[in-house]
């Protein structure tokens, strides 16, 4: 059977598909990591509380560090609300800037998925895992209202469709970088697993390995450092799940993230920020 000169066969589409260059994956990862980490402590929390006339002792890559002795309860609930708050602000922007730039660089636009998409399975974690098990910004948050049962059951059920809403886009917005039908189902299958397990791992032990260099508590490498961060992104294990079907939309060749050594000098400046200034957490 003929093929159309506008179709290109199976055999063309596979022999034009750039690899993915993981190494650039990795380093994406790292910064969209840092830059959710001071999303969440410094912009959120930190800014907030200086805007309220607070003073925070520290900041890291976990935790704000801040005395709320004599503060009203209405000002530390804000700061408390506040890092997640910042997290869905960013994720609005990026989300938007990933609906804007439709054909723009493959490394960027992966940068935009992944980092909408992590800030609000981070977000939607925050109000679930935390609030339900009595810890975290949201417990300190609801201490002191009334019928605290009721307003953490509320936060939970808001924490589950924000992260229902990070799978909805997730999945969608993946699909791009897995291409159409004719690169085979088997080869977008291996594409998403690259594309999620990759940032999955890379994220949780850097965050991991951050949190230890921190000198609060040793609690925080297990709760904030891998509690939140593998379990907190387990969600981005559940894309899979649901990433079966590619809509007749999506391009036959997928974007690729290629090698890129501007993104991995990127990566290499948030892994020693991430080790040596926020791990330890600032000012020392």
């Not at 700061?79 to 922007?93: E, M, S, T």
């Not at 804007?100 to 981070?122: C, D, P, V």
């Not at 999620?196 to 921190?214: E, H, K, R």
Request: aromatic letters at 10%; one cysteine or more.
């Amino acid at each position: 059977m003929d093929v159309s000169p506008s179709t290109p066969s199976k055999t063309a589409v596979q022999s034009i598909v750039a690899h993915i260059d993981l190494l650039t994956v990795a380093a994406i990862t790292i910064v969209c990591s840092l830059l959710g980490s001071i999303v969440h402590e410094a912009l959120g929390h930190g800014l907030t509380a200086l805007l309220l006339g607070l003073h925070p002792q520290h900041v890291s890559t976990v935790d704000l560090g801040i005395s709320y002795v004599g503060v009203p309860d209405w000002k530390r609930r804000i700061v408390n609300a506040a890092g997640c708050g910042a997290q869905i602000l960013a994720a609005l922007i990026t989300f938007g800037l990933l609906r804007l730039i439709k054909r723009g660089n493959a490394n960027t636009r992966y940068f935009l998925w992944l980092f909408t998409t992590n800030s609000l399975f981070s977000v939607g974690g925050y109000l679930m895992i935390p609030t339900l098990f009595g810890f975290g910004d949201w417990e300190s948050f609801v201490r002191g209202l009334p019928s605290p049962d009721i307003w953490k059951i509320g936060l939970v059920l808001l924490g589950v469709l924000i992260s229902l809403l990070g799978l909805f886009l997730g999945v969608r917005y993946l699909e791009p970088f897995a291409g159409r039908a004719t690169t085979g189902p088997e080869a977008r299958r291996r594409r998403r697993l690259k594309l999620i397990f990759t940032p999955y791992l890379v994220s949780g032990i850097v965050a991991t390995l951050a949190s230890v260099f921190n000198p609060t508590s040793p609690l925080l490498i297990l709760i904030s450092g891998a509690a939140a961060s593998f379990g907190g992104n387990a969600f981005l294990l559940f894309i899979l799940s649901f990433a079966h079907k590619t809509p007749a939309t999506t391009s036959e060749i997928p974007l690729t993230p290629t090698r890129d050594w501007l993104w991995i000098g990127l990566g290499i400046v948030a892994l020693f920020v991430f080790f040596f200034v926020l791990g330890p957490g600032l000012p020392r």
